[in-house]
């Protein structure tokens, strides 16, 4: 006698159980982390300063390339009637300011890559914290990120990326802080 009740009791709590799981299953969302990416003002805002760190730079680089376009000039010039150990000077002088041209472009370039991965990195980390938060609040099974093609087919979603932009905008005022 008591078998029956008890497998009625599993079977009725298991089935309870399941659509429970069920219905929190169904609630999905989406994210679009770039879109998001682009949009949030922190993220304009350091975009802003690496492009204007990054055209500075760039002069420099430009002034730095105009002077050897300059010196290259000059000692085609002056190969004719300089003397061979002169010349050989000239042209290993003109060969260390080259290669300081191009590791001051490498070194650039890498600092830009490494503040805008820094900066990235920040914002994806605050993402998450409000993609959590609202995932928690509003009883979502799942929000998942899309701008990396991960997901290949959702029946049923909701893009929260607007309302995750807005809500980082008005928490995360100020400049953007990655450390």
């Known amino acids: ?67 050897l376009k300059k010196l290259r000039e000059e000692l085609d010039k002056q190969r004719l009637v300089s003397s061979e150990a002169d010349m050989r000077s000239k042209e290993e002088s003109f060969s260390q300011k080259y290669m300081e041209l191009q590791k001051s472009f490498m070194d650039y370039r890498n600092e830009i890559a490494q503040r805008e991965a820094q900066f990235t990195g920040a914002i994806i980390k605050n993402l998450r914290e409000i993609c959590g938060e609202i995932g928690k609040k509003e009883g979502y099974a799942l929000i998942v990120e899309t701008s990396q093609n991960a997901v290949l087919y959702a029946e049923s979603q909701e893009d929260l990326t607007g309302r995750v932009v807005d809500l980082y905008n008005k928490r995360f005022k100020g400049p953007l802080k990655t450390n």
Do not use: H, Y
Request: no cysteine; glycine share 2%; hydrophobic share 50%.
């Open 1 to 67: 006698m008591r078998k029956p009740i008890l497998i009625g009791s599993l079977l009725v709590f298991s089935l309870l159980f399941q659509n429970a799981f069920a219905e929190a299953a169904l609630k999905i969302a989406v994210v679009d982390f770039q879109r998001a990416i682009n949009e949030v003002d922190q993220a304009k805002k350091a975009k802003d300063e690496l492009k204007k760190d990054f055209e500075a730079k760039q002069k420099k680089l430009d002034l730095q390339q105009d002077q």
